[in-house]
Nanobody, 126 residues
Framework: HLQLVESGGGLVHPGGSLTLSCQASGQASGLALRSVPVAWFRQAPGKEMEGISCIANGRGAGTLYADSVKGRFTISRDDAKNTVYLQMNNLNPEDTAVYYC??????????????WGPGTQVTVSS
């Protein structure tokens, strides 16, 4: 299994931006991360897990976005750094949630994913 860890969460005002990072701990895990698709999910208090974006592996990696974030969030990966990013712009209070990265599947269905990070809190509030 990949041991994933998210970072970059925090408190931001409405309209602000944050960039989340997802890395795999351990050298072998980092090298393995570049060879699998990675997705971002989020879960707000009292709500179900929501798949928001995923990125394929390899050159010209394809991406998917949920309608709720399309045009505001951008997923990318830097395989040289073994890191997957989620750039979040124009945040609003409805984006407040714990954000998770997950690996080894494709699509936005959480039950398809095997490896998960512990999550990072994003709070959008004035």
């Amino acid at each position: 299994h990949l041991q994933l860890v998210e970072s970059g969460g925090g408190l931001v005002h409405p309209g602000g931006s944050l960039t989340l990072s997802c890395q795999a701990s351990g050298q072998a895990s980092g090298l393995a991360l570049r060879s699998v698709p990675v997705a971002w999910f989020r879960q707000a208090p009292g709500k179900e897990m929501e798949g928001i974006s995923c990125i394929a592996n390899g050159r010209g990696a394809g991406t998917l976005y949920a309608d709720s974030v399309k045009g505001r969030f951008t997923i990318s990966r830097d395989d040289a750094k073994n890191t997957v990013y989620l750039q979040m712009n124009n945040l609003n209070p409805e984006d407040t949630a714990v954000y998770y990265c997950a690996a080894k599947a494709w699509g936005l269905i959480s039950r398809d994913y095997i490896d998960w990070g512990p999550g990072t809190q994003v709070t959008v509030s004035s």
